[in-house]
């Protein structure tokens, strides 16, 4: 499995990825809200989608990101009243390929998932201080799979600081209660 990292860009921070070395990179990082998340599974992870709304209120689909299997489920996340704030799942060896096996996505109200399977090498990506914003890994094209996984974190101090208004009331009252940014990455 691949070792995880912190890595700051433009008042954001990226942790990971977990998972194998295989596929093509991807990325997709909101402009506002992640508001969709459209998986696709069967013994492992296939595909993976999202959708955001900006600060207009347009929803913004994203590419499909890994293979064309596996049976779709919807996870919608009620913005701005519930956000991302970490993510759980698996790593295994599928075929001769290391890849997710399962996901599960956190909000501040619930949790969604797993999908897909839970055996394999647990990751966690906790975060108490920051919303997901977006997420970036490794996938196969055609029969692939979502090979790998990392998520991309804005702290609630910098999204108090923004001129987005859903944005700012949503975590104000959380960054009142929030110091400084702690973001912990641990193996279970």
Same mark, same amino acid.
């Given at each position: 499995?691949?070792?995880?990292?912190?890595?700051?860009?433009?008042?954001?921070?990226?942790?990971?990825?977990?998972?194998?070395?295989?596929?093509?990179?991807?990325?997709?990082?909101?402009?506002?809200?992640?508001?969709?998340? /459209?998986?696709?599974? *069967?013994?492992?992870?296939? $595909? &993976? %989608?999202?959708?955001?709304?900006?600060? !207009?209120?347009?929803? #913004?689909?994203?590419?499909?990101?890994?293979?064309?299997?596996?049976?779709?489920?919807?996870?919608? /996340?009620?913005?701005? *009243?519930?956000?991302?704030? $970490? &993510? %759980?799942?698996?790593?295994?060896?599928? !075929?001769?390929?290391? #890849?997710?096996?399962?996901?599960?996505?956190?909000?501040?109200?619930?949790?969604?998932?797993?999908?897909?399977?839970?055996? *394999?090498?647990?990751?966690?990506?906790?975060?108490?201080?920051?919303?997901?914003?977006?997420?970036?890994?490794?996938?196969?094209?055609?029969?692939?799979?979502?090979?790998?996984?990392?998520?991309?974190?804005?702290?609630?101090?910098?999204?108090?600081?923004?001129?987005?208004?859903?944005?700012?009331?949503?975590?104000?009252?959380?960054?009142?209660?929030?110091?400084?940014?702690?973001?912990?990455?641990?193996?279970?």
């Amino acid at each position: 499995m691949e070792n995880t990292s912190k890595r700051a860009f433009s008042d954001s921070m990226e942790i990971g990825p977990c998972g194998g070395p295989s596929g093509k990179p991807w990325s997709f990082k909101a402009n506002g809200a992640i508001t969709e998340i /459209i998986i696709s599974y *069967g013994k492992v992870v296939d $595909s &993976i %989608r999202f959708a955001s709304v900006d600060q !207009k209120n347009v929803k #913004v689909y994203s590419k499909r990101f890994g293979g064309k299997g596996g049976k779709p489920k919807k996870v919608s /996340i009620d913005w701005p *009243g519930e956000y991302l704030t $970490s &993510i %759980r799942g698996t790593c295994k060896k599928f !075929k001769e390929y290391y #890849v997710i096996a399962s996901l599960c996505f956190y909000t501040n109200r619930t949790k969604y998932g797993p999908f897909g399977y839970a055996k *394999g090498s647990p990751f966690v990506f906790p975060n108490e201080h920051g919303v997901i914003e977006g997420f970036y890994g490794r996938a196969g094209n055609g029969e692939g799979f979502v090979d790998a996984i990392g998520v991309s974190v804005k702290p609630f101090e910098v999204l108090s600081r923004c001129s987005n208004p859903a944005l700012s009331f949503a975590t104000t009252r959380l960054h009142r209660r929030l110091s400084k940014l702690k973001l912990k990455i641990r193996r279970l």
